[in-house]
């Protein structure tokens, strides 16, 4: 069972929808926000594909102002509920049950941090999620200028160098990779 790696609600247990087989592991996440640490104080997390909850929730502990929750399963969107009210940060988090890309769409706001952990591209054939958010142009309109794009993926699906986003990091973990985009502006 995953779990808040620091801050507020260090060490506070995660529950995870039935329907999500694959939560960000605590390794990955603790090594993630160990890169992204200068980014997180005071930002507005966005936090796609939710699942659980726990990249937007660890935003949270680690002191982020806000964080909106995106995931379009119902039961999930009730886990994330749960874990924001146990882990007592529920008057910073809202929950939003809709597809990541119905979201984008109709969204108006502006975010310091968004995080995308789609469904895995494992082999010719299966929907590319993360080639299709970075074609999303509203992906762009929700990331604040100095924002960040942090993606995690399959270590073995294909690396996306699409216009108008610059890739800044890559780290592999295990059978996973974290992406960080930003806006590369001409």
Known sequence: MPR???GDAKRISLKVPQ???RPTADR???NLFNLI???VQESLVLDLFAGSG???LESLSRGAKRAVFVEGDRQACRVIQENCVNTRLNAYSQVIQT???DFLHKNRETFDLIFADPPYWKEEGHEDH???LLTTPKLQESLSDEGYLVIE???KAPIHQVEGWKLIEERKYGSCRILLYQIEFI
């Open 54 to 56: 726990a990249l937007g």
């Open 130 to 132: 993360v080639l299709k």
């Open 19 to 21: 329907k999500v087989s």
């Open 4 to 6: 808040i790696i620091a």
């Open 153 to 155: 993926q399959f270590d």
């Open 28 to 30: 990955v996440r603790e």
């Open 99 to 101: 597809s990541a890309y």
């Open 37 to 39: 640490y200068d980014l």
